[in-house]
């Protein structure tokens, strides 16, 4: 084989009794925790969010080399479907309620800007509606709420939970769309009781609460479009591993991360010892 291949006997042993470089098994190790967090996500963490996880868990590796790492064993996230907007039909305002965001989704302390959305996931049973309450700085979902039927209940439900989680008593902005259960008298009169701005999209403005509807999508791709759910019960024990097993922890060390950073900026002393 050595003399059709014209490569000498001495240069093949050498590479075949050859050492795996420094380099080969830090790529090995690497490579085995990709897989295990590809493997608990299910699959659906691509190369960028992979890359996120891996840097919060204290890895120095590029985006692409985890990339490369990925595309060679095989390794690929759920792919983002484009689909077409539809125009929104007109729909009332309460009176005194604006667009207190107005596309800001920044927020530089948590409980001061809050975001909230309804949408449906199919199951053999019938449509199961989710309703959610993001808090724009940690990205939580601090509420949430499911039901076969979208009403201001479910919608009042998820806000209770977010109220319940809150720590303190000031003004929080809850911003959504102009669907009837957020325009609806029973919603508007428990935010005002409970301290909390409503705040609304303009008509037809997805982008208005472009928070929400990327939670969502992210929520679909990863999740409820690799599922077929044979009944309500599944797919709400689905949902809650989703958002409480998988999206809520991530967002904490996320945030946990951040505030290290903070704290080693507002330190110089840690940063020099």
Known sequence: MCRCLRVSASGYYDWSGR?????????????????ELHEDSRGMLGAPRMH?????EGETASLNRVARLMARHGLQGWPRKKRRGQRA???????GVRNLLERDFNALEPETKWVTDITEIPTAEGKLFLCVVIDLFSK???GWSMHHRQDRQMVIRAVEMAIWQRQGGW????????????????YQRYLTRNTLLCSMSAVGHCGDN???????????????????YATLDIAKADLFNYIERFHNPRMRR???????????LSNPSEITG
């Not at 996320?254 to 080693?264: C, L």
């Open 140 to 142: 939580l979902v601090i």
């Open 89 to 95: 039909q007109p729909s009332l305002t309460p009176p």
């Open 254 to 264: 996320r945030v946990a991360k951040q505030d290290q950073k903070f704290s080693a």
């Open 52 to 56: 996120e996880d891996l840097v919060e």
């Open 19 to 35: 050492q795996p470089s420094a380099r080969q098994i830090d790529n090995d190790r690497l490579l085995a925790r990709i897989r």
């Open 171 to 186: 003004s929080v902005i809850l911003h959504s769309d102009r669907g009837s259960q957020f325009r609806s008298s029973d």
């Open 210 to 228: 472009a928070a929400c509807e990327g939670f969502f999508g992210m929520l679909k791709r990863e999740r409820i479009n690799r599922e077929r």
